[in-house]
């Protein structure tokens, strides 16, 4: 009896938690994916509004943590608090804040991000595949609907804060070796725009930044997180106040050349456009040198000769260091242009000076016929030659025998 009593209870549990169940499921409602032009609408709305009714106040206090932080808030007196959107009148000019947009082909839609940059750094550029150091803050914005009392306005709520980074991210969001990746696209179109600054180790072992590049980005949520961002609301336009303290070059596809590297035209923005989703009118890329449709910083064979680029950019084994008395330098070619070595005050016996390095990076010129053989003739000296693996001509190890007619 006491058996089925049990087993009676057992059953009438389960059955409970199998309507609990059920009754959840139907409460969870499953948005449909939003048409990225459609969303872009409403997010460049509601950004437009918050510069526009919506004012800055920015710490300027050099070497400490809370340099360039910012607060914002709303526009309550209109005659000492000026909107964000005033800041556009400052670009070209030597003052700051200036706020900039710049155009972004993502998704099949341009689309038009804003940026307010507090300081533009003194150091150097990262390129969007590199990673940052950075302290950051982030809110999301919400459209609140009008009432009786109050009209309609953009809210912002804060969502979390990294005031002592200790890691680099990597702005491709792949997460290369060293660096965690991102996933946030619109941090990868602002800091190629900022510099890095100083850094000096405190007395405690703290480190200090001074005169680095800041900003603070406004992204629609197809640049940001879009459907989904965990603690962020779905489709949530992000605000990012942001501090620009280090650059950690990276090398995603390891073939020995650094991204930063493979910006053939130098406009600080590689793209890998085989993403039809993510581009699906996609350009000729600029930097993909053999037109195969993988870009340099991801192709292990960047001039499409069937070397890789990590072969063609090795010295051969007799042409590096000391040999012979003469001295051919690093092991590598790349990014070594010939260079001729300092005579050494602190060895007043050894000439260094006499040791140049009698080959740089060669860049292919032309073919040769040697006694019916077919060779590729090399040139060491001219000063800004192509790099070898960026040569689509260059065939380093391959001959081809020409049979002569008689």
Not at 75 to 84: L, R
Not at 122 to 139: H, K
Not at 208 to 227: C, E, I, K, Q, R
Not at 261 to 279: A, P, Q, V
Request: net charge negative; proline share 5%.
């Amino acid at each position: 009896m006491n058996k089925f009593k049990y087993f009676f209870i057992l059953v009438i549990a389960l059955t409970g938690l199998v309507s609990c169940n059920k009754d959840d499921d139907n409460d969870i409602v499953l948005e449909p994916l939003r048409d990225y032009a459609v969303q872009y609408a409403t997010d460049k709305a509601t950004i437009e509004s918050y510069l526009n009714t919506h004012y800055i106040v920015i710490t300027e206090n050099e070497g400490d943590a809370e340099d360039r932080d910012v607060v914002i808030d709303s526009i309550e007196n209109p005659a000492t608090q000026v909107p964000i959107m005033s800041y556009k009148a400052n670009v070209g000019t030597a003052v700051f804040p200036q706020l900039k947009s710049k155009n972004v082909d993502l998704h099949g839609i341009t689309y038009e991000l804003y940026y307010l940059v507090l300081r533009e750094g003194i150091g150097e550029y990262p390129v969007n595949t590199d990673a940052v150091l950075t302290s950051y803050n982030v809110s999301y914005l919400r459209n609140v609907a009008k009432t009786d009392k109050f009209p309609a306005y953009v809210a912002s709520t804060f969502v979390e804060e990294s005031r002592y980074p200790q890691t680099f991210w990597d702005l491709s969001g792949i997460g290369a070796t060293g660096a965690t990746a991102v996933g946030i696209r619109g941090w990868g179109e602002v800091f190629p725009e900022l510099k890095t600054g100083n850094s000096a180790v405190n007395g405690d072992g703290t480190i200090s930044y001074t005169d680095f590049g800041a900003a603070v980005m406004f992204l629609p949520s197809g640049l940001a997180y879009y459907a989904g961002g965990s603690s962020i609301p779905s489709y949530s336009p992000l605000v990012y106040n942001v501090k620009l303290y280090q650059v950690m070059r990276l090398d995603h596809d390891n073939d020995g050349v650094l991204d930063s590297d493979e910006d053939k035209n130098g406009d600080r923005y590689l793209r890998d456009y085989r993403s039809t989703i993510l581009y699906p009118n996609a350009p000729v890329n600029p930097d993909d040198t053999d037109g195969d449709g993988v870009p340099d910083f991801m192709d292990i064979d960047d001039d499409g000769d069937g070397y890789t680029t990590r072969s063609e950019i090795t010295k051969a084994a007799n042409e590096f260091g000391i040999v012979n008395g003469v001295n051919f330098g690093p092991s590598r070619y790349f990014p070594f242009e010939a260079f001729v070595i300092e005579d050494d005050p602190l060895t007043p016996n050894i000439n260094e000076s006499s040791n140049s390095e009698p080959k740089g990076i060669p860049s292919f010129v032309k073919t040769e016929t040697v006694d019916g053989v077919v060779k590729n003739v090399y040139d060491y000296s001219t000063p800004g030659r192509l790099k070898i693996h960026l040569d689509k001509d260059h065939n380093a190890t391959k001959v081809t025998t020409v049979t002569s007619k008689k």
